[in-house]
């Protein structure tokens, strides 16, 4: 019998933690877009490198013999959901997207929800001293508010206006580091991604210790009727229900 192929769509946590529980009867390959290092030690075969579209993806599952997908990529990479949404109802393949669940405002705590990064800076007032967490890439929007100071924090590098200081770090980041930013920069509004997970967290409840406001970017919607699960062995257990598999042989996660 052929061993199903699996195409594992990652660059998350959730990616790598499912990688590392497929069944050995799979046959997986992982696909990164390649903007940063390939971990290490991933399960499986690593492609890296975007597919040139949907079409091109959806040839690439039949060129490949894909049985089944899963869309583990994070919640705000949104072309790459609505591409591999497109391609495999194109190829015919089964689709399964594993998304951390969002964050939920804790009681007492001040969100406003916005759906970019533009609205949400062109909403905040005058007086505002904001903390964008949202990475490089939102340094075009910070244009939109040369009258603000602006604490960007990012990973790497990037040019930023002259009313913009850039703080490099990498995460994760203790409560204790989140409130001392805060505190330095006296910052009134904290903008962030509603990515989920645990270790983001902690500036979302270091906001609410210093009584911010949290000016929550919500996610872009996944395609109608897409099917979500949202941690690892619900991922694992669809993958074995739709491929048919006999896992009883398989070792634990
Ligand atoms: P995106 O806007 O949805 O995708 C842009 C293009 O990159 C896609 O059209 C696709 O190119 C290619 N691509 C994205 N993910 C890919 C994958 N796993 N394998 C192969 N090609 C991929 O994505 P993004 O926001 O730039 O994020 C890129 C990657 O970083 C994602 O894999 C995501 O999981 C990870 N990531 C994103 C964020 C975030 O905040 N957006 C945060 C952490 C990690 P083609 O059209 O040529 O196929």
Redesign the pocket.
Known sequence: MTRPHVLL????AE?RALAAAIPESIDLTI??????RAPRGMAGLV????????E??AEWLRANEVAAVVD????????????VSWATQDADVSLLHLQRPPWQPDLGALWEHHFDIASALCALPETARPFLST?K?SAPETLLRPDLPILLRAIEATEVPANVRLVRARPPFSEEQEIALMREHAITHLVT?N?GGVSGRTKLTAAQALGLTVVMIERPALPEGALIVTDVDAARAWLASTLALDTSSNPAP
């Open positions: 769509l990652g660059g998350t990616a696909s990164l877009a390649g903007l940063t492609r890296t490198g975007g597919f040139g579209g949907p091109a993806l583990a990529t994070h919640p705000f990479a949104a072309m790459i959901s609505r591409n990475g890439g991604k990515s």
